[in-house]
């Protein structure tokens, strides 16, 4: 049996730093609500010249390094992301020439915050076919470039980052399983209503903006997040007691601790970053993955759950053996 194995992490976060004071500056807003209703303390923004793709590459060679890996043998890129550089190329490509990678496949996923989920699922599936030996997968994001700066539903939640992990081949696990799902009749609640065939006018004026109706999102999603783990465990008869980590997306620790609560699981296993990274889309798992292997809490073995919830909607999860 072959199985796909996470060998290094990395990420990455831009320097500049918004808190939650600078943004009472800015609307009406205090940092007592933004905490209580989201966990969020600060986030990272990328600077105007820096873009998804420069906070990927950053990411990537962390990871590559992670896993003492170099180009020659990377033999496949994902780029998860909703903020790509361009049109086109895909940021996977443009990656994959910062990285002087010639030749292997590279795709952008755009599955908005369950992008990671969705790309590990399809690089598993690469690695089990025998069409990869080494993937390098990566959530990238600059969400605070389609953020209305005036509109407090949606400025306090967003940030920018990265995280990127090396997927390899191995005789044993690595990825127990991966579930992905989507819902399309949900539009109204969560997105940016601009487009290329749609609406191009707002891009082009700067004011492809994310809208969302946050507490109908809020609900779906704790209702949603609770049904893929239920789905995640009785796929691989296994009970909460048995996963080491809860590495979920992270939108808001309201939702997380939900989570936790219908696992039966202590926050203590839990890793929360979205108090200093706010909301990072598809990169706040690699990202939280990432922190917590850096600060030792993860160890080899150590079981994980990473469950996702986002626009779209899309919805997954990721059972692995780290
Ligand atoms: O990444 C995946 C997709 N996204 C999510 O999963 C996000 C899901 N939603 C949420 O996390 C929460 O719904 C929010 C954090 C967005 C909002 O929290 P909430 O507890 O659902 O608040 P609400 O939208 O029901 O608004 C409550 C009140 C409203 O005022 P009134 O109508 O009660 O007078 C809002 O206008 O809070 C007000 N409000 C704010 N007040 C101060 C909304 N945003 C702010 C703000 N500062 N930034």
Redesign the pocket.
């Known amino acids: 049996m072959i199985y796909s194995k996470i060998t290094g992490t990395g990420s990455y976060l831009p320097e500049q730093i918004l808190t939650n004071a600078d ?1 009472e500056e800015m ?4 940092d007592d ?2 905490r209580s ?2 966990g969020i303390e600060k986030r990272h923004v990328a600077r105007n010249d820096e873009t998804t793709c420069d906070l990927a590459e950053k990411a990537s060679r962390a990871a590559m390094e992670a896993a003492k890996k170099n180009k020659d043998d990377i033999d496949l890129i994902i780029v998860a992301t909703t903020t790509p550089d361009l049109i086109f190329p895909s940021t996977a490509c443009l990656l994959q020439q910062r990285l002087g990678i010639r030749g292997c496949p590279a795709f952008d996923i755009q599955a ?2 369950t992008g990671f989920v969705y790309a590990l699922h399809v690089a598993d599936l690469f690695i089990k076919t025998g069409n990869s030996k080494c993937a390098l997968i990566v959530g990238s994001e600059t969400m605070t470039r389609i953020v209305d700066w005036k509109d ?6 967003f940030g920018d980052g990265a995280g990127a992990v090396i997927l390899e081949e191995s005789k044993r696990p690595g990825i127990l399983s991966t579930h992905i799902h989507a819902d399309g009749a949900y539009q109204e609640l ?1 997105s940016v209503p601009a487009g290329i065939s749609s609406d191009y006018n707002l891009v082009k004026s700067d004011k492809a903006f994310i809208k ?7 609900k779906v ?1 704790v209702n949603t997040l609770g049904s893929i783990v239920d789905e995640t465990l009785r796929s691989n008869s296994m009970s909460s007691n048995e996963i080491d980590w809860l590495v979920p ?1 992270q ?2 620790t ?2 997380i601790s939900a989570m936790a609560k219908k696992l039966d699981m202590p926050m203590d296993r839990v890793v929360v970053t979205v108090d200093k990274h706010g ?1 990072t ?1 598809a990169a ?1 798992i690699p990202l939280a993955l990432d922190v917590a292997i850096q600060d030792g809490r993860i160890k080899e073995n150590d079981t994980l759950l990473l469950p996702a ?3 779209g909607f899309t919805w997954g999860s990721v059972l692995l053996k780290y």
């Open positions: 943004l609307v009406d807003t205090s609500w933004i209703r989201t908005v915050c407090r539903n949606t400025c306090v939640l969560l969302m109706q946050g507490n109908e999102v809020f999603a997306h939108a808001n309201r939702i909301n889309s706040s919830f986002g626009g």
